[in-house]
């Protein structure tokens, strides 16, 4: 459970569910500029949309809390992720459309084993739990003891390890490309300070519920925004290597 969500109530997670605005902006602003530089083309146009996704998904995830919302909020995440890696690598690093096949299926099965074994994309609020809530209501009032034993039941990193592959892949790709001084390469360096940042923030919100109680889950959300958003701004203001001669 979240260190905010205490029910099944709608607005349960206000916060949690209103900074998803954050992801509807990135995508808002990345559509902006690739129509202002004319670079608006479908592979594009998907991520912007998914952006968008994101956000709706996470927002119904965050207020429903339900099984299918669960699957609205981290189809839409993964879906984003394998798709701007296969744009990534042909687009920034050139790379021939049969390796990138290649690169795509491994980071499809990094995906599906995080499936299996790292919950979904949001955190520890797992279907089954938000399902229990469902069918036995809170009948009282919870109190602050109830909010803060989630903690404790919470591993140490919060769930958060399922994101050490992407860690791993943003450290990676800032390197090879300040090491080539590309264009995109201040945009992939901001993107993966800020994901470290909001990675750190998601991993503390069970742990300072004591001293926080509203969590700190919605600023993983605002920052996730501004990370895509620079994502997409160092995509679409990059040269294209796929037109390099």
Excluded at 52 to 69: K, Q, R
Aim: proline content about 4%; some cysteine; overall charge neutral.
């Amino acid at each position: 459970m979240y260190c905010k969500r205490v029910s099944a109530a709608f607005w349960a997670e206000p916060l949690n569910a209103v900074s998803n605005l954050a992801f509807i902006l990135a995508a808002l602003w990345g559509w902006i500029e690739a129509k202002r530089r004319d670079r608006l083309d479908p592979m594009t146009m998907a991520l912007i949309l998914l952006a968008g996704m994101i956000g709706i998904g996470s927002f119904l995830f965050h207020t429903f809390a339900n099984a299918w919302s669960s699957l609205a909020d981290v189809i839409p995440i993964w879906t984003f992720v394998l798709l701007f890696v296969l744009v990534a690598l042909r687009r920034v690093a050139g790379i021939r459309p049969g390796r990138i096949g290649i690169g795509v299926a491994v980071v499809a099965a990094v995906i599906a084993v995080l499936f299996a074994f790292g919950g979904d994309g949001s955190g520890n609020q797992t279907s089954d739990s938000v399902a229990t809530a469902e069918v036995a209501p809170v009948a009282s009032p919870p109190t602050d003891e109830d909010t803060h034993d989630y903690a404790g039941e919470n591993s140490l990193l919060n769930g958060s390890e399922q994101y050490l592959p992407a860690v791993l892949a943003f450290l990676a790709f800032t390197f090879l490309n300040r090491r080539n001084g590309h264009q995109i390469a201040p945009w992939i360096t901001a993107a993966s300070v800020i994901f470290i940042v909001s990675l750190t923030v998601r991993t503390l919100d069970m742990h300072l519920c004591e001293i926080w109680p509203i969590g700190t889950h919605f600023i993983w959300h605002i920052l996730n925004g501004a990370m895509i958003a620079l994502l997409f701004q160092g995509l679409i203001r990059s040269p294209d290597l796929r037109f390099a001669t």
